[in-house]
């Protein structure tokens, strides 16, 4: 009889836990998320004045024209349903090999001699694969590959660089950022493309 009853009470615990865990608390944290944070919760989308979504302030995307800021390596192409790294060890031969063959086109692509140092994000992709930032100083590095197909001025471009960096978190974390896709719908705006 003992055996029973705990077995009918464990049995109840877990119906209670399960719709605790399983239905109230998901559906609080849905609600009061849509409350205090709508844009967040939304998916921080950005929307143009025709009321286009162009892309997400939190998921990197790929931009291969000499027009526009690069967004730095994706090893699943960007692909949100794909997200992840190459899970290769810095000491791998493949990790490598494909760090030389991205350096060797950054340098080409922004006119950077090959003794000159870039920055990591400049050739290493994410965790995730789907950063949206880069350094202050790739996106400095860029600006006159950048300037020079918009036939713009190069300041005027460090400038609108400066104008959509964000600072660390708390200004202690990390370094100096640019959300690669804020920065080029800015570019559009200020520069419009012929």
Known sequence: ????????LSVKLT???LLILSGIYPFTVYILGKLLFPYQSGGSLIIDSKGHVRGSLLIG?????PRYFHSR???????????GGSNLAPSSSDFI???KKRATHYRKENGIASLNLIPADAV????SGLDPHISLKNALLQAPRVAKARKADLKAIENLI??????????IFGEKSVNVLKLNLE???EYPLP
């Open 15 to 17: 119906l209670l836990l």
């Open 1 to 8: 009889m003992k055996l029973f009853h705990s077995l009918v």
């Open 97 to 99: 090999e494909r760090i």
């Open 73 to 83: 390596p994706s090893v699943s192409t960007y692909d949100g349903l794909n997200s």
């Open 162 to 171: 400066l104008k959509n960096t964000q600072n660390p978190l708390a200004n």
């Open 187 to 189: 570019l559009d705006k």
């Open 124 to 127: 290493c992709a994410s965790a």
């Open 61 to 65: 995307q790929n931009f291969d024209s």
